[in-house]
């Protein structure tokens, strides 16, 4: 009887202290684990909704830009030389804004003249929210 009680009683202490303690560190490790999860979900949600455009499929369709935007102090050697300019992490609205004025003829680069014409404006926004994501 004495002994029962006893063994209930120094488990019923040993649990808070004994027990938390074991699991507090594994918590902390669970909650920011999940804490940078929603953290760069929701930056990357931010990101997609920043043009309108889906970042996913953007870089489905990136691969007619990659072979001049995706070289960092690439040339493009037609009709002149000329700098390619860094697009990755650029903002979502200027490279959207970029694009329609080369489809528009506003912007008089031909290649990207070119390319900007064969673009629907999802193409456009789905780029811009890809490359903004970079
Ligand atoms: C043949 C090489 C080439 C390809 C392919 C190409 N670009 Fe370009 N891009 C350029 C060059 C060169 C410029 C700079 C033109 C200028 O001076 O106006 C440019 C400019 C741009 C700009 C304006 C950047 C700024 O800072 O003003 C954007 C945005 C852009 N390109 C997006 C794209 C996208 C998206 C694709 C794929 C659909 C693509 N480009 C494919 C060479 C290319």
């Not at 070119?114 to 890809?130: C, E, H, Q």
């Amino acid at each position: 009887m004495r002994n029962k009680h006893s063994v209930g009683h120094l488990a019923a202490r040993k649990s808070p202290v004994g027990f938390g303690a074991l699991m507090l560190p594994r918590s902390i490790a669970g909650y920011a684990a999940a804490f940078m999860i929603a953290l760069s979900y929701g930056a990357q949600v931010q990101a997609q909704q920043a043009a309108g455009g889906d970042a996913k499929a953007g870089a489905d369709k990136r691969s007619q830009c990659i072979g001049c935007h995706g070289i960092p102090g690439y040339k493009a050697s037609f009709p002149r030389v000329y700098n390619v300019p860094m697009i990755a992490g650029q903002n979502a609205k200027y490279i959207e804004a970029a694009l329609s004025a080369y489809r528009k003829g506003d912007r008089p680069h031909p290649t990207m003249r070119g390319i900007a014409g064969s673009l629907s404006d999802a193409d456009i926004a789905d780029l811009a929210a890809y490359y903004a994501s970079r």
